[in-house]
């Protein structure tokens, strides 16, 4: 088992939930982080926030192809986990190069390094238009933590 990825980035706490997000990312209101790898490629993949909702995932697998055009929303994989599945949508829109060799032999390495090892896919193109940067995605971390825990988040 390998060690998960030490992420640099800011640290962050509310009720039982702890999580370091790297402030270079982008990151989506559907808890998915996108890290820009070179000119307009991307690597993809769920925050530990939708990992821990998800749970460990056992399995994944997805309906596109390298070189295939992929667009905002599009449904283009799935990941089933222990304590839910889920499909896999499109947080780019431009061209797919591929998902992530390591969870064929090691679907675990979404849930144990979901900032490394655990990334889901690579594409190239645009990002979601309305991808947060850190500052904004801890916004959204609060309003579902608080809606989870049944809390308007007014008595912090």
Do not use: C
Not at 29 to 43: F, P, V
Not at 84 to 106: K, R
Not at 117 to 134: C, I, K
């Amino acid at each position: 088992m390998h060690a998960p990825a030490k992420v640099d980035g800011i640290r962050y706490k509310r009720s039982r939930f702890t999580t370091r997000l790297p402030v270079g990312y982008r990151y989506t209101a559907s808890h998915m982080w996108l890290s820009n790898s070179g000119r307009d490629e991307w690597r993809v993949g769920y925050t530990k926030f939708a990992v821990r909702m998800l749970g460990e995932v056992v399995e994944s697998g997805f309906e596109i192809k390298p070189a295939e055009p992929m667009k905002f929303g599009q449904i283009i994989g799935w990941l089933e986990g222990f304590k839910a599945s889920t499909d896999l949508y499109s947080v780019m829109a431009g061209e797919f190069i591929g998902g992530n060799p390591t969870l064929g032999v090691q679907a675990d390495r979404v849930h144990a390094d979901p900032y490394g090892e655990g990334w889901l896919y690579h594409a190239r193109g645009m990002p979601d238009p309305d991808a947060l940067d850190v500052q904004g995605y801890i916004q959204v971390l609060d309003r579902a933590i608080d809606k989870i825990q049944g809390d308007d988040g007014s008595h912090e």
